[in-house]
């Protein structure tokens, strides 16, 4: 039997009481790591470690808000002290807000996902990162989304942040160079998980409309894979990579390859949309 990808790795997840994170924390557990839950709600969090306890014994639930110092602290120094040591990271856990740029919330908006989603990344990692100093080892994974690459009009406030994560993991990657800690950052097309669920249909760019929602799960597999081959960057699947390059070529290119989406030609094509939206399915 070949062996598991993450035998006896102390990893944290964050956000692993729902959706990606909870998809991720299973399938690390299945790999052979001892999994810690992080995430606000401890009663979500006892029963993602239900589940895994159904075939694995090594799960802790470390509750904390990411958008707390205090917490996120008394969290890691409470990991720290059960197994010394911490070997991969997975900064997850995140909100999302959809509509305008100009809309009466959004300052207000981009202020709570800066707190959760940026800051939130930056706040586990100033955590963790001694311990993975003092090991000379360790993996640190960010989320961000294909929207750090390229924004959808109604999704300013968010892919701001999104690209915020991108330039902070950029940054931390070249600071770490040589130390043993590895980084990474993951971008994931449109996913289907409870965060869909709590967005009106009318706030959705217009795109996202002819978009099929990847499985959570799907997600979960990319980023155990692209963290054991050390990958810098983790696209999710593999479609939104031709947006990235026309983006990088040129925003109106960017542009172009935004309204394509939008065709049916083009979602047959690329298999971007298989005749279900993110409206027909929220878990
Ligand atoms: N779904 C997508 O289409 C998609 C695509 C690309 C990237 N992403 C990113 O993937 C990540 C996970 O999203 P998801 O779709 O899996 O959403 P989800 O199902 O809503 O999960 C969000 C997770 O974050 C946790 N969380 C929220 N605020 C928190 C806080 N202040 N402190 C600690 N934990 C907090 C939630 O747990 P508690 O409520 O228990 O705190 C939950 O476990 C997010 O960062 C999101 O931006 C999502």
Known sequence: MSKKRFQNQVVVVTGASSGIGRAAALAFAREGATTVLLSRSREKLEKVAEEIGAFSEGVFVAPADVSSKQ???????????????IDVLFNNAGKSEVGPTDAPWFIEGVQ???????LGTVRVT???LPAMRRQRAGRILNMSSVVGRKAFARFGGYSSIMHA?????????????????EVSIIHP???QTPLLASVRPEDMPPPFRRLSPIPAGQVAEAALKGLSKNRPRIVVPWQPKLLMLAQ???????????????TRMFSWVFRTFRGRTYQHSSS
């Open 165 to 181: 994560i991108v330039g902070y993991t950029d940054a931390l990657r070249q600071e770490l160079k040589g130390t043993g800690i």
């Open 71 to 85: 917490e996120v602290d008394a969290a890691i120094a409470n990991v720290l002290a059960k197994f010394g040591r």
């Open 126 to 128: 100033q955590a963790v």
């Open 248 to 262: 990088a070529i040129s925003p109106r290119l960017g542009d172009l390859v935004v309204t394509l989406l939008q």
């Open 112 to 118: 709570e996902m800066f707190d959760v989603d940026f």
């Open 189 to 191: 097309a449109l996913t």
